[in-house]
């Protein structure tokens, strides 16, 4: 779909750090004005919602700079370049959680933020878990703390908003529509 | 919540846009070592779900141009500094829409990617919609088209990735949850 489409006269790149990538483009509106479009662009991410043999939802916690406080939150990572989504999938459950599987179902994909950023999260869910002996570790600047909850518990987290980012309510209103109990 | 908080030396700021703020911080982490922190600074946004006396949701297509596409979107907009949720709601349904109302119900909050950015959004609905005979306008870079589908076709939609954003996506799967066809 290209309605509205906005043509870009030039791209500016602001910033290249490690997870952000500002650019500011110049772009002519449907009306012929102009305007500027500050983007955002991201490798994108995936998630995945892991339910135990005993049916619960294994979440990490881990402490958000840019909100200064800890979420719980279902595992999630970036993409590597040209990685596809499940690889990431299956690495981050091993780095976060210490589980593997070789049966992921995708629920869904969306952007996180369209109005200033690429960034596109795939969601996957799983209940086959197999616990890694010695899984490999993530990054040296993450720091997370393993909660397995149970779907009630997950329902109170989001009440308290220690559940509050959009790929976790996704997944706990998505785990709620399907009758898990 | 404060686990595994991360303590600021230094925080730089790189760009302040329309809509985008980036700071980069300097923080040392809970093991002692430090790391750089990109963070975006977003003001929050609103959402709403608005359901017409037929029963249709009253979306709104706009081109998104981090993604060089459009979505097909329930209305949303970005609070202005010190307003709350609930006036930016009204304010964003009338000029995106043409209708109001004086009775929302908060669906949920969520930050849409907290990883890099403090974005907060709140997702109201409403079944009580009356048009506005001149509605304010929105804002002079903004071209958007109205479209109302029944769930079965937002649906359909998702399915075809023309509705792929965090709040629709929530939005549609809450509605189903409800019940609502």
Do not use: C, W
């Amino acid at each position: 779909m290209k309605k509205f489409a906005e043509k870009t006269i030039s791209s500016q790149e602001i910033y290249s750090g490690k997870v952000v990538h500002l650019q500011v483009d110049d772009v002519i509106l449907p009306n012929g004005k102009q305007a500027k479009r500050e983007i955002i662009n991201h490798p994108g991410a995936v998630a995945i919602i892991p339910i135990t043999k005993d049916n619960k939802i294994v979440m990490v916690e881990q402490y958000r700079k840019p909100l200064e406080k800890s979420l719980l939150e279902i595992p999630a990572g970036k993409l590597e370049p040209g990685e596809v989504p499940e690889t990431t999938a299956i690495r981050e459950l091993e780095e976060e959680t210490g589980y593997t599987t070789n049966e992921l179902s995708l629920v869904t994909s969306f952007y996180t933020s369209p109005g200033f950023a690429n960034e596109l999260i795939y969601i996957y869910i799983t209940d086959q878990l197999e616990r890694v002996d010695e899984p490999a570790e993530g990054d040296d600047d993450e720091f997370i703390e393993i909660v397995e909850v149970t779907l009630d518990e997950a329902k109170q987290y989001v009440e308290e908003e220690r559940i509050h980012d959009s790929k976790t309510n996704y997944a706990i209103l998505y785990l709620h529509a399907l009758g898990m109990n």
